[in-house]
């Protein structure tokens, strides 16, 4: 026994030390391949990363007040270079139904998108976000809130935007040019309803902007994780919200965008959402994808194209982004301004919106997805004042991304959003939570019903609104900090720069460097490919190591080690910065923010339910 008990152990040693030595290899050839995709991207102009073909119908980039902006149509239904992994059915499991019955019919279709034609069904409109990255990730996947759309019925079109800002765009201007784009869909479409809006993260607020501006123009309104709360947070949950106190507020975008000539660097926003967990930036995500690098590469080098796209921004772009919404908190307060002296009011939109956020989202927690609700209303009895409808749908613990990638939600949730947007109209005003179940009927579709709520239900979701009062206070001293950055500091700064130095600052970005230092520019790495070539060769026959092996679990083991290192320290990390922000603002000086408490409203119990 004692020998057979040394021998399994010296074969699983073996045999794990060949394994890891051809997983290194192979991982460094991704990370190789990395580097190239980024640099071909870079060579295309980052176009969007759409699986979708698509025809530009307007160009920002002619009009009177150029943007960086056009609306475009898509095409096809999906990318047919790329297999669809549900056309390759899975051998059915004894005593279970067979899902993958292609005569049964998987995707759901509205009344509208069986009845009558194209040209009558209601458009869809999908604001992707600008906040760092490039365009398409509403649309990176078939199965997503595109592919969605399209099945239901509905002609889509898509917001995308070029790497680089035109002279002088501002936030108005955007906001202008997407208006423009909007009354586009609605000549291409005169007898269609209004088109509904889909907005992402950022897209949300934007499309919000268009909403208020134009309510006449647009339909249903959907915000997928979208802060529009940006003081909002439960204590020791939501880092992100003391990022511009403990930064001294908006003056250091000032100096970066100083520093870029005038353009602010969107690489240093998604540099901020990689801070926000080190576990997954600094090991799970290589991590995942050394434990299964014979399945996960082209995974990986789709998601890392997107990622690594960065996309640039005004000075004047940025600065009353982060200045008037995430420092300033103005919109939810109906101070936010874009043209002259005119305050940005969301009670002027009074089309359907509906709100999804989930409890996994640790960039925008659903405190600052839905407390906007309480801030701009009040009590729902204004809400039903208005005529207006406002729905949430929330995950229990899918992330900020997983929201517009998941196919798995764009299956569900985004799937059952959609087909309800004529139903938004036959609601009576008021608050509502949608909840959606699948039919036990009928594999694949789903049945929602929507339950009225009360404001105390979304008071619910926080520790109240208190902890609030301390923002004001960072709000008075960001302005005085970018005062005082602008009258001593700026003018040199500007003075010295020019584009080449500018230029040289962002090539020197850590994430830019990570990606080009690891590309066939560098020839040490040319090596990797050739191994790289006859390790996959040899994987096809060879015995690997496999769950079995006493090593392989260990390697598990210490990962998981690892994973728990990192957490804590974020933990730490997040909670010294939570203390640190108190200390330093809890001295409530200047005239800090008073938040009356809400009376709630009695919570009805009548119900809504319809079927796909």
Known sequence: MLINSWSKRISDWSEYCQDAAQRSVLFMDIIRKRGNVYLEHLQKGQPPVLVFDYDIVLDGRTFERPVNYALVRILS?????????????????????????????????????????????????????????????????????????????????????????????????????????????????????????????????????????????????????????????????????????????????????????????????????????????????????YANVDTEEQRYLDFEKWWGGFFLMTKAEIHQIVDGLFIGNRLERGEFQLEGNRAVDLKKNTNPVVVFTSFGDNITPPQQALNWIIKTYGYVDEIKRRGQVIVYVIHSSIGHLGIFVSAKIARKQHKSIIASFDLLYKLEPGLYEMRIEEDPNQYGEYHFQYEEKTMGDIMAFDDGLEDEETFMSVRQMSEATDLVYHTTVSPWIRMVTTPVTAEALRQLHPLRISRYLFSDLNPWMWPVQFWADQIKEKRAYETLADEDNMFVSWEKNMSRMII?????????????????????????????????SRKKTPLLSKKYCFFL
């Open 77 to 289: 239904r999906r990318d047919e270079s790329k297999a669809d992994r549900r056309q390759s059915p899975k051998p059915p499991v004894a005593g279970q139904p067979n899902h993958r019955d292609k005569r049964k019919p998987r995707r759901h279709r509205t009344s509208v998108a069986t009845e009558a034609p194209e040209a009558i069904s209601r458009p869809v409109i999908i604001f992707d976000p600008r906040a760092g990255h490039g365009p398409g990730i509403g649309g990176s996947k078939a199965d997503s809130q595109i592919g969605m759309a399209m099945d239901a019925g509905h002609p889509v079109y898509f917001l995308i935007f070029f790497t680089s800002p035109m002279p002088g765009q501002t936030l108005t201007d955007v906001r202008n040019a997407q208006i423009q784009f909007v009354e586009e869909v609605r000549r291409l479409h005169p007898d269609a309803p209004q088109p509904a809006i889909i907005g992402n993260c950022q897209g949300g607020w934007a499309a919000a902007l268009v909403g208020v501006k134009r309510p006449d123009l647009v339909g249903p309104m959907v915000f997928n994780g979208s802060p529009l709360s940006y003081w909002a947070g439960v204590e020791g949950v939501s880092p992100i919200r003391y990022m511009g106190g403990l930064l001294g507020g908006v003056w250091i975008t000032s100096l970066l965008s100083d520093l870029g000539d005038g353009i602010f660097d969107g690489a240093h926003l998604v540099a901020n959402f990689e801070n926000l967990n080190p576990a997954n930036t600094l090991w799970t995500k290589q991590y995942h994808l």
């Open 564 to 596: 728990d290192g990192l957490d804590n320290f974020r933990v730490i990390r997040d909670n010294w910065g939570e203390l640190m922000f108190k200390t330093i603002y809890g001295a409530k000086w200047g005239h800090p923010l008073k938040v009356k």
